[in-house]
């Protein structure tokens, strides 16, 4: 019952049409009502993202550029909960932009299948991480497939909490993410909840694994995972996707 409740709350979830008349007689706003008409087509190379409802990202480090000071591009590997890559992410990014500008540095990462194509492109402009400058805060585009907007990620103000909006291609919100106080997985695991907009349900999380003490002081690579409804629309997920790695970067 849970779950039915869920599918019919959710923007861009998937629905029976069967069930469209009586779900739009519950709807009344014209935003709800066009989520319910419209049929969601999964983008090129995302079938597998569209049946997934838990996914692993595992950056890959390089142990001698990060002892010389001289790593270069971050690459990631994105497998489902049974270890079997789905996809791999690598960041485009300048040298100088990387090991200076560090979290606040512009980035594109290209996420290819395992037939090398691209499926997904994360643009990330060159933005603040204070919340000193509420006006000009992170904001990150998803694309699916490459040149079509899936989605935004934007953060908002906030003077204690690291908070989210997820937006559809047409900038509307559609979930948001909220994050602990202290985001440092020093001893443990930190979790970003993903919730419904009036924030009265949990319908998934972004977690970083703490990795333990060895790996959290002589590298920087991280372990994420994220979960969400199998039934969400899969523009949503790639947004998501574009979220756990905006994370990752600050």
């Known amino acids: 019952q849970m ?3 869920l599918q019919n709350y959710l923007p861009g979830t998937p629905h029976h049409p069967e069930k469209e008349e009586h779900s739009i007689n519950l709807k009344s706003t014209p935003y709800e009502n066009k989520i319910l008409k419209t049929r969601f087509l999964v983008p090129p190379g995302l079938e597998h993202l569209s049946k997934m409802q838990q996914i692993i990202i595992h950056q890959q480090t390089e142990l001698l550029g990060v002892f010389l ?5 971050s690459k990631y590997e994105i497998k489902d909960n049974f270890g079997q890559r789905l996809y791999f992410a690598k960041e485009e990014n300048e040298y100088l932009n990387k090991n200076i500008c560090g979290p606040l540095r512009p980035f594109t990462i290209r996420i290819s299948n395992n ?18 400058f509420p006006c000009y805060l992170q904001e990150l585009e ?23 909006m997820i937006q559809n291609e047409s900038k509307e919100d559609v979930l948001k993410i909220i994050g602990p106080y202290v985001t440092c ?33 002589f590298t920087n690579a991280d372990n994420f995972g994220i979960e969400f409804p199998v039934y969400l629309d899969v523009k949503l997920k790639a947004a998501l996707v574009g979220a756990c790695f905006l994370i990752v970067s600050t």
Do not use: H, M
């Open 3 to 5: 779950e039915n409740d």
């Open 142 to 164: 998803i694309q699916a497939p490459p040149g079509t907007t899936a989605g935004f990620i934007v953060q908002k103000w906030d003077p204690f909490l690291p908070v989210f």
């Open 185 to 217: 997985s020093c001893f443990g695991d930190v979790n970003f909840e993903i919730k419904t907009l009036n924030e009265e349900s949990i319908i998934g999380k972004i977690s970083k694994y703490w990795s333990g003490f060895v790996n959290d002081v």
């Open 115 to 132: 037939r090398g194509q691209d499926v997904i492109t994360v643009i990330r402009p060159l933005r603040c991480i204070s919340c000193c």
């Open 69 to 73: 000071g001289t790593e270069k591009s």
